[in-house]
């Protein structure tokens, strides 16, 4: 393969092409980079590049061209890297800086810092609830937290896209004067650059850390959830008033605390009696069954010893057993809670058997894999050795390696349509099935808000499948009519989100049982408009199909901002509000309580016809959208645009 070395200053170097358009560098301190160390990244495809990688040496400088990228080495300041484009020159992204500090542990502390530039925009980075759609300007931990999934990979507007191929701890500093990029502890720099059209990028990331596989057709429908459904009866009779009040109903989700004790991975067979009849119920009304599964492991698991004698158990720097105060069923209260080591092959393989024999074996092929950051308190990832290195190291990489282990027993016990709910995600989790939602965010407008650039900036970082606790998950109450509007407005959106997911902790709420959460527990009002948007749900069912395939297929997020199909249009790069669905719609939510209109951008290139009543409207221009409580604004596309 082709590819650029250079070594001075105790540092070795190396970049190659690594996929179409794309290269890869990896920078070693004193030694050569070394192949083997974890990362998002796939072997690329020997046809990956059409035209064949070409390498140009002069005086002071050289250069690699891959396709539409290429990247400049200037050997008389310290091998800085500049990245342009091949057609025209001008350039993309350029090294400001690089540093390699010993960290300890064979690790080392390493930032990556790249000229910032004027009006630059940028997008990815995982799903964070600050809601901000362009994070120019902010500073991300890189790190795993509930509500906060850290994936490394941002998308500029100035045509390239960036993976930060390190799983360490760290942050990215996204500032007017530099883009800095920090590891607190790594064996090497190693990061990911392409070129091109958004479009282009994201099929380039997509080709680089895996594809999404397709959506059941099945996942497209409502999934209905609430902390939580405590017994085999409760489960049964929301599912029979369901099928009673013929509303369609795709997955229905057993939360915490159905199990013996956590790490058992085993139904608690008092309130649980017979699963397997319970699955054969569901099935003849159409539903699955989604069970939420943790990786924590209480003192009194059945499992604890064989854990701990396979060495399956993240460890503290002692090298003994971790443990993470939280609760279980018992004993009452808080208690030190072990917690699985999913970077390990073998621990990932007796997890899964554990599944088989607790749920599989039953028919529940569905897992929703909670907390898996993992949650921890009061332990710090950076404190913890893990299978796959040191925790400053490698913890990013835990909930990828998590939603990996439940793929792969389901594909080999012959299974071909699976997805996993998971609450946290790294580069590369879509690959094995994950799907992502937003963790235990507040019932509130703000919040909200927030949901909209959250689950644009996951799309665009890889995670086509994403969802929200519609509602909010810490609380609301179905009596109060404020909460009520809430709660239509969020469902509004949540039809055009990939998946639609009732979830919450509502009011009255006492320890792990919270108040009702179906569709007909807000009234008669709010339970008339929840069912004709769940039948628009249905309606919608061969677009949001095409755009999973399309997903699948390209990488493309089937929910993304307007500017990746309208790049031309400097208006659509502004709108962080509203976004496309699928191919042709525009959805504008409403985040505002009491408000019955508002203001939409209808980007320039084609036509937008409203979906309520059909007026249409030439692109290019704001409008004023009606939007009374039964709706929100959604127009659709007409005639020819210019889509790259």
């Known amino acids: ?19 179409q358009d794309s290269v890869r560098v990896r920078v070693a301190p004193g030694r050569p980079v070394q192949d083997d160390l974890p990362g998002a990244l796939l072997p690329p495809a020997a046809d990956a590049s059409p035209e064949a990688a070409a390498i140009q040496v002069n005086e002071g400088r050289c250069r690699l061209r891959n396709g539409r990228l290429t ?9 800085r890297l500049r990245f342009v484009d091949s057609a025209g020159g001008s350039e993309l992204l350029a090294e400001a800086a690089r540093e390699l500090a010993p960290a ?25 609830q600050h809601g901000r759609l362009n994070q120019k300007g902010l500073t991300l931990e890189l790190r795993q937290r509930n509500m906060h999934a850290s994936i490394p990979f941002l998308l500029s ?13 760290g942050r990215v500093e996204l500032g007017d004067q530099a883009t800095r990029w920090t590891a607190d502890g790594a064996p090497q720099l190693d990061y990911w650059v392409t070129a091109g059209a958004p479009r282009d990028i994201l099929a380039r990331y997509a080709d680089a850390t895996g594809h999404a596989p397709p959506l059941p057709e099945w996942a497209a429908g409502l999934w209905q959830s609430r902390l939580r459904y405590a017994s085999q009866d409760e489960l049964l009779a929301v599912a029979r008033e369901y099928h009673r009040r013929g509303l369609p109903l795709a997955v229905l989700v057993i939360d915490a605390l159905h199990w013996t004790v956590m790490g058992d991975w085993q139904f608690d067979p008092a309130a649980w009696p017979d699963p397997a009849a319970m699955v054969r119920e569901l099935d003849a009304m159409g539903v699955r069954v989604m069970v939420s599964v943790w990786p924590t492991v209480n003192p009194h698991s059945v499992n604890l010893d064989a854990l701990r004698q396979g060495g399956w158990l993240l460890r503290d ?49 569905l897992f929703w894999l909670d907390a898996d950051e993992p949650e921890m308190d009061p332990l710090r990832p950076e404190h913890l050795r893990y299978a796959a290195g040191e925790g400053t190291a490698v913890a990013n990489l835990y909930p990828e390696r998590h939603a990996r282990a439940v793929y792969e027993g389901l594909r080999a016990a012959g299974e071909s349509e ?10 590369g989790s879509q690959r094995w099935g994950a799907a992502v939602w937003s963790g235990d965010i507040e019932p509130t407008w703000e919040a909200l808000r927030a949901q909209i650039p959250a689950g644009l900036n996951a799309g665009l970082s890889g ?36 998946l639609l997911r009732m979830h919450g902790y509502r009011e009255p709420r006492r320890q792990w049982v919270g108040g009702p959460n179906e569709l007909w527990s807000y009234g008669e009002r709010a339970y008339a408009i929840l069912r004709e948007q769940l039948a628009l749900r249905e309606r919608l069912r061969p677009t949001i199909l095409a755009a999973m395939q399309e997903a699948h297929e390209t990488g493309l997020p089937p929910m993304r901002p307007l500017w990746v199909d309208f790049r031309a249009d400097p208006l659509a790069w502004q709108v962080e509000d509203a976004y496309l669905f699928g191919a042709d719609l525009l959805v504008a939510p409403v985040t505002e309580a009491g408000v019955a209109s508002r203001e939409v951008y209808l980007p320039a290139g084609c036509d937008w016809a409203e979906w309520y009543g059909g007026r249409v409207h030439a692109g290019g221009q704001w409008v004023k959208a009606e939007a009374p409580l039964e709706r929100i604004p959604v127009f659709r596309r007409v005639g020819v645009s210019a889509r790259r």
């Open 104 to 128: 300890g542990a064979g690790l080392w502390r390493i930032q990556s810092s790249f000229r910032a530039n004027d009006g630059e925009r940028l997008y990815g980075l995982g799903q964070h």
């Open 463 to 498: 995670i086509p499948w994403w969802t929200t606790d519609i509602g909010g998950f810490q609380g609301g109450a179905p009596e109060s009519e404020e909460y009520r509007e809430l709660l239509v407005r969020w469902f509004q959106f949540g039809v055009f989100c990939p």
């Open 317 to 365: 720097r002692a090298g003994q057993p971790a443990r993470s105060r939280f609760i279980d069923r018992q004993p009452e209260g808080p208690l030190d809670l072990y917690l699985l080591d999913a970077t390990h092959p073998d621990a990932r393989a007796f997890f899964w058997q554990r599944l088989r024999e607790g749920y599989y074996r039953h028919g529940i092929k």
């Open 71 to 79: 990247v400049e080495l200037d050997r008389e300041h310290g091998g």
């Open 1 to 19: 393969m082709t590819a650029l070395e250079w070594c001075a200053d105790g540092q070795w170097l190396r970049v190659e092409p690594w996929g």
């Open 157 to 169: 507007n100035r045509g390239y896209g960036l993976l930060w191929n390190n799983p360490a701890l």
């Open 418 to 427: 699976i997805i996993t709910l998971n609450r946290s995600a790294w580069a």
